[in-house]
């Protein structure tokens, strides 16, 4: 039977003291020492081995997979895959022994795509959090808030909505939507410009969005403004007296395309004798200038259409003066 001090090896604290006092070389001896003495009081002290036969009849349990619906793919496949994204994408030629070691399997677990959807208040146009409540206007979450990503849409909505496109860009050929092709079949040189450090950059036509309010009811017209003539609040047909944004009568001095006459501006007539125009709004029985016809309703209305504004009289003038001022300096 083994003594109490045997079995049980002196406290650590005694010996890192202990192993304290001595330096360099007679401290490294003295740790492998101690450290040969614990497993020899060790072996001494350990229980009996159990038989072999006891382990031999315990039945072994089966191991269980690290990871559930993984399976095991070649390293390789991995980085051959990643090599050749690479590649497509920066023209690059990636070996993918000189990038990482492609020995072994590695485990792949597939997994469903998932989207992260975004909601946003139709009130107050905040996101919603994780809850149904607007953390700002305390609106509960409705069908109207919007919806980031919308919803997939049946293919005969899709549908739809592709000839909807085309009807529009077909209405608005001058003013057609931008849409960006991806066809590179042509090659597209780009050519050096003539001041260095200047960058090449796409100037299109500018163009001005056009709106048009229903002078009764102040209410958007919507739809292009040369085609939409009726309000969709009111059902106000559009006319000269409603306000257009930006205001350009310079331009359309006999009145906007497609509109009726209104109130305030009833348009400009054209006396049906000579084609002499009347002032604007002008009364019916307004004597013609030009051959004394009184107006009368076989006078026709003018056409609105884009003229040419006429120049200032102040500009001509001082154009003149300058003229004359060189002439003057020439003799």
Not at 173 to 180: D, F, G, L, R, S
Not at 189 to 209: C, E, F, I, N, S
Not at 249 to 264: H, I, L, M, V
Request: net charge positive; with cysteine.
């Amino acid at each position: 039977m083994s003594s109490p001090t045997a079995a049980n090896p002196a406290p650590a604290g005694s010996i890192s003291r202990e192993g304290k006092k001595r330096k360099g070389v007679r401290k490294v001896l003295y740790n492998v020492k101690t450290v040969f003495k614990w497993s020899a009081r060790t072996k001494k002290g350990a229980p009996p081995s159990a038989p072999a036969a006891a382990v031999v009849s315990q039945p072994a349990a089966p191991a269980k997979p690290q990871y559930e619906g993984a399976t095991k793919i070649p390293r390789i496949q991995i980085h051959e895959e990643r090599a050749k994204k690479l590649g497509t994408k920066f023209g690059l030629e990636i070996k993918p022994s000189e990038w990482h070691t492609t020995e072994g399997d590695v485990l792949r677990v597939e997994k469903s795509v998932r989207m992260r959807i975004h909601r946003e208040c139709h009130h107050c146009h905040s996101a919603f959090a994780a809850g149904d409540e607007c953390p700002n206007c305390k609106h509960k979450r409705c069908k109207l808030c919007t919806r980031h990503p919308p919803k997939l849409r049946t293919e005969e909505e899709k549908q739809a909505l592709r000839e909807k496109r085309e009807a529009a860009i077909r209405r608005n050929k001058q003013n057609a939507p931008i849409v960006p092709s991806y066809d590179y079949s042509e090659k597209i040189v780009l050519k050096r410009p003539r001041k260095t450090g200047q960058d090449l950059v796409y100037k299109g036509k500018a163009r001005v969005r056009v709106r048009r309010h229903c002078h009764e009811c102040n209410h958007l017209i919507t739809g292009h403004a040369k085609q939409a003539r009726v309000c969709d609040n009111c059902g106000h047909k559009r006319c000269a007296d409603c306000p257009r944004e930006p205001n350009d009568k310079n331009k359309y001095p006999y009145g906007y395309p497609n509109d009726e006459p209104g109130t305030n501006f009833k348009g400009v007539h054209a006396c049906h004798e000579c084609r002499k125009k009347f002032p604007p709004n002008s009364d019916d029985g307004t004597e013609c200038r030009n051959c004394s016809h009184r107006k009368c309703a076989d006078c026709p209305r003018v056409k609105p259409r884009k003229v040419d504004p006429e120049p200032d009289p102040d500009i001509l003038e001082t154009l003149r003066l300058r003229v004359a001022a060189l002439s003057t300096a020439d003799s």
